[in-house]
């Protein structure tokens, strides 16, 4: 038998023990990290949940009829959104900035016929 006392220790759980040694790349300085980190060591980038709310789906949304395609940016650069996401917000925005010029399109023509008094219907007579 052991004669040594016996300390408490909470129970090793080798799976996490394990998964804690295993290195993955930050998403904006390409070096390693733990992958329970929440930001980077070595740039301060948050990892995973912890990046910035712009490149959440939330702030991507909210971006999109402020900036219009230059929220691309944001779009291929997040590290939380999946290819699939980045893929249906690219189309989503490419085809609102397309209804944006369409529209400013069609009143800008509406204002020039009207100041050349080309608009023809009985509202205009």
Sequence with gaps: MNSEPQQNR??????QSALAQEKVACWKC???VDRQDNFCRHCGQGLGDKAPWYYQHYGILIIIPMVGPLALYNIIKSPV??????????????AFTAAVVYAVYFVF?????????????????
């Design 10 to 15: 909470p129970p090793v759980n080798i799976e």
């Design 30 to 32: 390409k070096k390693p």
């Design 81 to 94: 959104i999946s290819v699939k996401a980045k893929i249906i917000y690219t189309i989503a925005t490419l």
């Design 109 to 125: 023509n509406m204002l020039f016929s009207l100041i050349n008094g080309t608009m023809t219907g009985a509202m205009y007579m």
